[in-house]
């Protein structure tokens, strides 16, 4: 059975970083590619972050870019997000996912499992 559990969220101030967690069991890491979604109240879930099965390619919208980080340690389970630099808009339940065979980086039908979602909040 898979299970998907993401950490690390919480309360921080504009301009501050957090970084954020997912053990991943049920499943060999290294055959999925991996990637981080967000969803703010009355949003649809977008892609932060995308980061192929060997970690060697990383994706970020432009929303993001040069703020946030994904990488993995395929040996101990776990995918990380570092966000540097967060701003309010930021403010959003995060979640990780995991994608057998993903073909389009952010769209969320490529994706197979996901874990329940850490909340952000980013206050001015």
């Known amino acids: 059975q898979v299970q998907m559990v993401e950490s690390g969220g919480g309360l921080v101030q504009e301009g501050g970083s957090l970084r954020l967690s997912c053990l991943v069991s049920?499943?060999?890491?290294?055959?999925?590619?991996m990637g981080w979604f967000r969803q703010a109240p009355g949003k649809e879930r977008e892609g932060v972050a995308c980061?192929?099965?060997?970690?060697?390619?990383?994706y970020y919208p432009d929303s993001v870019k040069g703020r946030f980080t994904a990488s993995r340690d395929n040996d101990k389970a776990t995918l990380y997000l570092q966000m540097n630099s967060l701003k309010p808009e930021d403010t959003a339940n995060y979640y990780c996912?995991?994608?057998?065979?993903?073909?389009?980086?952010?769209?969320?039908?490529?994706?197979?499992?996901w874990g329940q979602g850490t909340l952000v909040t980013v206050s001015s």
């Open positions: 049920g499943l060999t890491l290294r055959d999925y590619a």
């Open positions: 996912a995991a994608g057998y065979f993903v073909r389009r980086w952010f769209d969320t039908h490529d994706y197979n499992y």
């Open positions: 980061i192929s099965w060997s970690g060697a390619s990383t």
